[in-house]
């Protein structure tokens, strides 16, 4: 099967630029996650959906940070505008019925830095 | 709050060498999943288990719920298992974002 699909793979912007990140999960797969991992730190969750309705954002910046997923395929993570802090490593992953029942499958994820 | 906690933080070993990687949890974790990222590659998922034991190749995880205890072992390790190894915790409840672990960064050298 197809693994999970993310672009770009590198990004580099300007502090408050704006920058948008996509993803294409496994097929069928209803539950997608967006993490952030910051150099040398373990993921951080910041937006989980269940088809294309939110489960939870409640670490998702949302002054500058949005996501959706209009169809309950692929998803768009955008941010505006960025942050220095901001530099991480954006990873998408999903899972066939949520991770107490089933395996995470991680894209590559999306490398970027702001400068 | 549920936390997870990973020991050593760094361990290097020599090719051929039995590999353990510990992971500790709280009360209220009821799944665990092990995980594997190379140096600016992506996470694969090497293991998801609630209890007993797991297989794969050279990789066996076992969890001990009563002490909420999970270990990671590598037979015979080679160096492309270096890697950094990451046990997250699955607590339930209607959000089921994972608590992860700091990791274990692995060298293997030949």
């Known amino acids: 099967e197809a693994g999970v699909a993310q672009s770009p793979r590198y990004k580099i912007i300007e502090k408050r630029q704006s920058v948008a990140f996509w993803c294409n999960p496994i097929?069928?797969?209803?539950?997608l996650y967006w993490y952030q991992q910051i150099l040398g730190q373990g993921p951080k969750l910041l937006i989980q959906?269940?088809?294309?309705?939110?489960?939870?954002d409640s670490q998702l910046p949302k002054d500058r940070f949005s996501a959706e997923r209009l169809k309950g395929v692929d998803s768009t993570l955008k941010i505006q505008p960025a942050k220095l802090e901001d530099s991480a490593v954006y990873l998408c992953?999903?899972?066939?019925?949520?991770?107490?029942?089933?395996?995470?499958?991680f894209g590559n994820g999306t490398r970027l830095t702001v400068t | 709050k549920n936390e997870v906690e990973q020991s050593p933080q760094n361990l290097t070993a020599q090719e051929g060498e039995f590999i353990t990687i510990n992971c500790s949890y709280s009360?209220?974790?009821?799944?665990l999943h092990w995980l594997q990222q190379h140096p600016g590659g992506g996470i694969v998922s090497l293991f998801m288990?609630?209890?007993g034991k797991k297989k794969h190749g050279r990789l066996i995880a076992t969890i001990n719920i009563q002490e909420k205890h999970s270990s990671l072992h590598i037979t015979a390790s080679h160096p492309r298992d270096s890697a950094v190894y990451i046990c997250?915790?699955?607590?339930?409840?209607?959000?089921?974002?994972?608590?992860f672990g700091k990791g274990t960064h692995l060298i293997i050298q030949p």
């Open positions: 992953a999903s899972s066939s019925v949520g991770t107490g029942g089933s395996p995470l499958h």
């Open positions: 097929s069928g797969h209803a539950t």
């Open positions: 959906f269940q088809n294309n309705g939110v489960v939870d």
């Open positions: 009360v209220g974790i009821s799944a």
């Open positions: 288990l609630s209890s």
């Open positions: 997250a915790g699955y607590s339930g409840g209607g959000a089921d974002g994972l608590t």
